[in-house]
């Protein structure tokens, strides 16, 4: 073949183009099972068009922190202050970076047990990209040590009140009580033999990568996005740059920012720490109401039972008096989401910005241009949510979850653990929100695996353990495309490397759980 007309590479499809077909598969599904049961509705043309639309409705408050996130980068960067230090940390490292590796790892494990760390690591995948590459690795490399190592403490949930805490309350609710010794314990267990299988494998990946260049997944695409982005920390790594004074000002400041981000999503009461909200008050306020009232002003989706049917007594929650961690947001430390966290950092963006001492004109510029560089990533956390939401208006879930149900009923302990995983395993992909998924399948899943002789606390841990395992990989989790896009590695060279990790922790999750469900 002449030099003139080279072979054509073959290009991956585009994270935006999974989910896009994503949705027309789920449609093109319900429309298929919509003949087989009347449980399922099939999609209709403009739910399906929709779609995408809802989903950004749905997934504003992360798209928001996702801007607001951006801006706050891009005003740090413009300081150098990251760049040099990452350069002075590498330098210090002394060639032993290896060890960063199962260090934050663990961090960002106990994180994820603790509360559910996982939408929120979406502003740390651009800093270790940036660290690793600069430490002689590649960008994958970090953004596998944030997604594995906080989805290995999602999937060993020991008092995630996102995952274990709403699955327990959603068994007491209905009598069933919950042995929450059992579930710590086996959470344990499970973060710990799930946490050395990952730690393995992104060691193993980074050695190579660090011995030699060319083994590393990332495609010549994908390696030139990271190097024009993230490249000038391992440029200068070599340099004799040290930090200014302003410099080292914005680094406390930039490492305050995402400690106070922490704390504030810790829901520090439900673990018995009140610290953050001494001072607070609240009073019961009982309303009465008519029916009609109820469903117009109090439900999110129209449905709402009240007693005999036709009125009832609302009680709402006053707020008298605020903790005294709340004077910045009107919302307590522990009690924060994402548009306390958005606030946050539109502050400390503002902050950093005075201090280093530049212009308002260059502050404002500078915080909506890294705004501009997340659309992409805005785009796909929009795009997941919307499968989600078909998911929903379609009721394939339901109908997945009963039919299993019913196929597992009277099945041996072993068989039913390994059975109920698989199911959470399956649902998880199209469901990826754990508070959602708990509410939906525990009510189902803890009476059956009680009425055969199981103990339903393992029921708690086995859903926990499936759809952590598949937040490794699933591409309707709109943090881990997110985070991908940031570190600019594309959803399928990512696939490359986790599937053979998902296949091994999801058979040491299945044996652990068996014995589980046998002994206890």
Same mark, same amino acid.
């Given at each position: 073949?002449?030099?003139?007309?080279?072979?054509?590479?073959?290009?991956?499809?585009?994270?935006?183009?999974?989910?896009?077909?994503?949705?027309?598969?789920?449609?093109?599904?319900?429309?298929?099972?919509?003949?087989?049961?009347?449980?399922?509705?099939?999609?209709?043309?403009?739910?399906?068009?929709?779609?995408?639309?809802?989903?950004?409705?749905?997934?504003?408050?992360?798209?928001?922190?996702?801007?607001?996130?951006?801006?706050?980068?891009?005003?740090?960067?413009?300081?150098?202050?990251?760049?040099?230090?990452?350069?002075?940390?590498?330098?210090?490292?002394?060639?032993?970076?290896?060890?960063?590796?199962?260090?934050?790892?663990?961090?960002?494990?106990?994180?994820?047990?603790?509360?559910?760390?996982?939408?929120?690591?979406?502003?740390?995948?651009?800093?270790?990209?940036?660290?690793?590459?600069?430490?002689?690795?590649?960008?994958?490399?970090?953004?596998?040590?944030?997604?594995?190592?906080?989805?290995?403490?999602?999937?060993?949930?020991?008092?995630?009140?996102?995952?274990?805490?709403?699955?327990?309350?959603?068994?007491?609710?209905?009598?069933?009580?919950?042995?929450?010794?059992?579930?710590?314990?086996?959470?344990?267990?499970?973060?710990?033999?799930?946490?050395?299988?990952?730690?393995?494998?992104?060691?193993?990946?980074?050695?190579?990568?660090?011995?030699?260049?060319?083994?590393?997944?990332?495609?010549?695409?994908?390696?030139?996005?990271?190097?024009?982005?993230?490249?000038?920390?391992?440029?200068?790594?070599?340099?004799?740059?040290?930090?200014? /004074?302003?410099?080292?000002? &914005?680094?406390?400041?930039? @490492? !305050? +920012?995402?400690? #106070?981000? *922490?704390?504030?999503? %810790?829901?520090?009461?439900?673990?018995?720490?009140?610290?953050?909200?001494?001072?607070?008050?609240?009073?019961?306020?009982?309303?009465?109401?008519?029916?009609?009232?109820?469903?117009?002003?109090?439900?999110?989706?129209?449905?709402?039972?009240?007693?005999?049917?036709?009125?009832?007594?609302?009680?709402?929650?006053?707020?008298?008096?605020?903790?005294?961690?709340?004077?910045?947001?009107?919302?307590?430390?522990?009690?924060?989401?994402?548009?306390?966290?958005?606030?946050?950092?539109?502050?400390?963006?503002?902050?950093?910005?005075?201090?280093?001492?530049?212009?308002?004109?260059?502050?404002?510029?500078?915080?909506?241009?890294?705004? /501009?560089?997340?659309?992409? &990533?805005?785009?796909?956390? @929009? !795009? +997941?949510?919307? #499968?989600? *939401?078909?998911?929903? %208006?379609?009721?394939?879930?339901?109908?997945?979850?009963?039919?299993?149900?019913?196929?597992?009923?009277?099945?041996?302990?072993?068989?039913?653990?390994?059975?109920?995983?698989?199911?959470?395993?399956?649902?998880?992909?199209?469901?990826?929100?754990?508070?959602?998924?708990?509410?939906?399948?525990?009510?189902?899943?803890?009476?059956?695996?009680?009425?055969?002789?199981?103990?339903?606390?393992?029921?708690?841990?086995?859903?926990?353990?499936?759809?952590?395992?598949?937040?490794?990989?699933?591409?309707?989790?709109?943090?881990?495309?997110?985070?991908?896009?940031?570190?600019?590695?594309?959803?399928?060279?990512?696939?490359?490397?986790? /599937?053979?990790?998902?296949? &091994?922790?999801?058979?040491?999750?299945?044996?652990?759980?068996?014995?589980?469900?046998?002994?206890?």
């Amino acid at each position: 073949m002449s030099e003139s007309n080279p072979p054509k590479k073959r290009r991956m499809l585009t994270s935006f183009s999974i989910m896009f077909l994503l949705l027309i598969a789920i449609a093109i599904i319900s429309v298929i099972f919509s003949h087989i049961t009347p449980s399922v509705t099939a999609v209709s043309l403009g739910d399906l068009v929709m779609s995408p639309a809802n989903g950004f409705v749905d997934g504003l408050g992360v798209a928001l922190f996702v801007f607001v996130l951006g801006g706050f980068l891009a005003i740090v960067n413009k300081t150098d202050a990251l760049s040099t230090g990452i350069a002075a940390l590498v330098k210090r490292m002394g060639g032993n970076e290896l060890k960063l590796i199962p260090i934050l790892m663990f961090l960002f494990a106990i994180l994820g047990s603790s509360y559910g760390f996982c939408e929120e690591t979406v502003g740390f995948y651009a800093l270790l990209a940036a660290t690793m590459m600069a430490a002689g690795f590649d960008a994958l490399t970090g953004a596998m040590m944030i997604l594995l190592g906080a989805g290995v403490g999602c999937l060993g949930s020991t008092v995630n009140p996102f995952a274990t805490g709403i699955a327990s309350d959603a068994l007491v609710s209905i009598g069933i009580d919950v042995n929450q010794g059992i579930v710590i314990a086996l959470g344990l267990i499970l973060l710990v033999t799930s946490y050395l299988v990952s730690v393995f494998f992104v060691m193993q990946y980074a050695k190579k990568v660090k011995a030699d260049r060319d083994a590393t997944l990332m495609s010549p695409e994908e390696i030139g996005e990271a190097e024009r982005t993230y490249g000038e920390a391992a440029s200068i790594v070599n340099d004799s740059a040290d930090l200014t /004074g302003k410099q080292k000002v &914005v680094l406390w400041l930039f @490492g !305050l +920012s995402f400690i #106070v981000m *922490i704390i504030g999503f %810790v829901p520090w009461p439900k673990l018995g720490v009140n610290f953050f909200n001494i001072g607070y008050s609240e009073r019961e306020v009982q309303t009465e109401v008519t029916a009609e009232d109820m469903v117009e002003k109090y439900s999110d989706d129209g449905i709402l039972e009240l007693p005999n049917g036709t009125a009832g007594t609302l009680t709402t929650v006053e707020q008298t008096s605020p903790g005294w961690s709340s004077f910045l947001t009107n919302v307590p430390l522990g009690d924060w989401y994402f548009a306390e966290s958005t606030t946050w950092f539109l502050l400390m963006a503002v902050v950093i910005g005075v201090i280093y001492g530049f212009s308002e004109r260059e502050i404002v510029e500078t915080f909506l241009a890294g705004c /501009g560089d997340m659309m992409g &990533v805005v785009m796909i956390v @929009g !795009l +997941s949510r919307g #499968v989600s *939401i078909l998911m929903g %208006v379609t009721g394939l879930s339901q109908y997945l979850l009963d039919s299993a149900a019913a196929a597992l009923n009277g099945t041996p302990a072993g068989v039913f653990a390994v059975g109920s995983y698989l199911l959470y395993f399956l649902l998880s992909i199209l469901i990826p929100g754990t508070s959602s998924m708990a509410t939906i399948s525990m009510p189902i899943m803890g009476p059956l695996a009680q009425s055969l002789g199981f103990n339903p606390a393992v029921m708690i841990n086995i859903f926990a353990a499936a759809s952590g395992v598949v937040n490794y990989f699933t591409p309707t989790n709109g943090a881990i495309m997110g985070g991908l896009a940031l570190a600019k590695v594309e959803y399928p060279t990512w696939l490359k490397f986790v /599937g053979k990790v998902v296949l &091994v922790t999801a058979i040491v999750n299945m044996v652990v759980l068996a014995i589980a469900m046998a002994v206890l």
